[in-house]
């Protein structure tokens, strides 16, 4: 199997190739080093697309933050969730700054439950 990066760096060769051997360019030493770059940066946008693809970036689910009200089953309160104020319900009773971890999501709300640290 061809490497990622192979194919982008071919296509690459062979459109400096074509470029300097047509004569559409008259300076080589300005063309190439200019093609180079710009296929370098396009190659990197492609590569980091392609990686990131079906990644959702915006996922909370197994995260840890902290209780900033008290939380009564089935009732609302906000949480601390990196830097950010989230709505969340729980089916059990949290207190104002326990630790919670996240384990699901609901509409705009995280379902939350107490978090408990494992020591080994």
Excluded: C
């Amino acid at each position: 199997m061809v490497s990622h990066i192979a194919i982008p760096i071919i296509l690459i060769l062979v459109v400096i190739l074509l470029l300097v051997l047509t004569g559409q360019y008259a300076d080589p030493i300005v063309a190439i080093p200019s093609l180079a770059i710009v296929g370098f940066i396009s190659y990197r946008i492609f590569y980091v697309v392609w990686k990131t693809r079906g990644r959702n970036l915006y996922t909370y689910t197994g995260k840890i933050g902290k209780a900033l009200d008290d939380i009564s089953p089935g009732k609302e309160g906000y949480i601390l969730i990196e830097g950010e104020r989230w709505l969340a319900i729980s089916d059990e009773p949290i207190s104002e700054g326990d630790e919670v971890i996240v384990v699901g999501m609901e509409n705009l709300k995280l379902r939350v439950k107490k978090y408990t640290r494992v020591r080994a």
